[in-house]
Nanobody, 124 residues
Framework: QVQLVESGGGKVQTGDSLRLSCAVS????????MAWFRQAPGKEHEFVAG????????YYADSVKGRFTISRDMDKKTVFLQMDALIPDDTAVYYC?????????????????WGQGTQVTVSS
């Protein structure tokens, strides 16, 4: 089971940008797909974006498409989430997640490793 450590959260204003990072520990080669989820207070985990580790193919939730970009640096064993044009509805704790199956799902429980989460707060 890989260990994931997120960083990069913070407090910003509407329209600002943030970049989240998720460092993947060994054995990273068992990771096939990775994703970012978020959880706002009182709500369920929401899929944000996913990426295939080897091919780099990406998927996005409609709510963030065109504003967020997921990417990975294989040498640094890190996955990023570039968040632009942030709005208050983006306020949540953001988690990165990894799974060993070759599919990206939108269910938080389908992933086998999760980070500790990083808070993103967007004020109007």
């Amino acid at each position: 089971q890989v260990q994931l450590v997120e960083s990069g959260g913070g407090k910003v204003q509407t329209g600002d940008s943030l970049r989240l990072s998720c460092a993947v520990s060994e054995p990273y080669f068992t990771t096939v797909t990775m994703a970012w989820f978020r959880q706002a207070p009182g709500k369920e985990h929401e899929f944000v974006a996913g990426i295939f580790w080897m091919s780099g193919k990406t998927y996005y939730a409609d709510s963030v498409k065109g504003r967020f970009t997921i990417s990975r640096d294989m040498d640094k064993k890190t996955v990023f989430l570039q968040m632009d044009a942030l709005i208050p509805d983006d306020t949540a704790v953001y988690y990165c997640a990894a799974r060993t199956e070759p599919t990206i799902t939108q269910r938080f429980g389908d992933y086998t490793s999760w980070g500790q989460g990083t808070q993103v707060t967007v004020s109007s």
